[in-house]
């Protein structure tokens, strides 16, 4: 969903359940993705990435999805587990050409998973 | 171990004052970043610098200012210019030519 004013889009679910993150981006040029977890005061750290000539990749537990079309990211985490709460944020790379990459980020969705 | 370094990881400011926060990498990159996080939002770019002795501003760089002195130290000044500074920041470096970002563990600078 969309975040409104201050607060982050947010979801909630069981241990165990799979879970399903969305992202919308904005640049239909930008040609590489990340996915990102970040938990409560620490940096983001990297989960899975993906190119622009893919729609699909796997990695363990998680997968993400590209739909270029509608300009749209998924991150689904399996068998969710509650150290997998914190806030997903996807992220934009766009190469404007050469060494020049612009990183934009998404507003993030705070999940949480209940035991 | 390579890494990214941000320090302190809390910092309180007064009013009117300019405060430095450091950003040191070991990873050899090419390419440093300073980013803001604000309570439910993502992240924005403040600036960012690919070589040394060279920096460009980012989309909020207002009341910031960089320096880039060593390959692997890209300090971020916030000055008394900007309003709300109140913020989590949050460094990031870069090898030129690879996609991979490292992020530093973040300072939360409060102003009191």
């Known amino acids: 969903g969309e975040s409104v004013g201050l607060h982050l889009p947010t979801l909630s679910v069981q241990e165990g359940d799979n879970s399903i993150i969305n992202c919308a981006y904005s640049?239909?040029?930008?040609?590489?993705f990340i996915w990102y977890k970040q938990e409560s005061g620490k940096g983001p750290q990297f989960i899975i990435d993906?190119?622009?000539?893919?729609d699909k990749r796997q990695g363990q537990r998680v997968t993400v999805l590209l739909n270029k079309t509608v300009k749209h990211l998924s991150l689904q985490i399996a068998a969710t587990q509650p150290g997998d709460s914190a806030v997903y944020f996807c992220?934009?790379?766009?190469?404007?050409?050469?060494?020049?990459?612009?990183?934009?980020f998404g507003k993030g969705t705070l999940l949480t998973v209940n035991p | 171990d390579g890494g990214i370094t941000q320090s302190p990881k809390y910092l309180f400011r007064k009013e009117g004052q300019n405060v430095t926060l450091s950003c040191e990498q070991n990873l050899n990159h090419d390419a440093m970043y300073w980013y803001r996080q604000d309570p439910g939002q993502g992240l924005r770019l403040i600036y960012y610098?690919?070589?040394?002795?060279?920096?460009q501003k980012g989309d909020i760089a207002e009341g910031y200012s960089v320096s880039r002195e060593k390959k692997e130290s890209f300090p971020l000044t916030v000055t008394s210019a900007q309003k709300n500074p109140t913020a989590f920041y949050l460094c990031?470096?870069?090898?030129?030519?690879?996609?991979?970002?490292?992020f530093g563990s973040g300072t939360r600078l409060t102003v009191v």
């Open positions: 990031a470096s870069k090898l030129l030519g690879e996609d991979g970002y490292t």
């Open positions: 640049n239909s040029a930008s040609d590489y």
């Open positions: 993906i190119r622009s000539n893919m």
């Open positions: 992220a934009e790379i766009y190469n404007s050409g050469g060494s020049n990459y612009k990183l934009t």
């Open positions: 610098s690919q070589i040394v002795n060279d920096f």
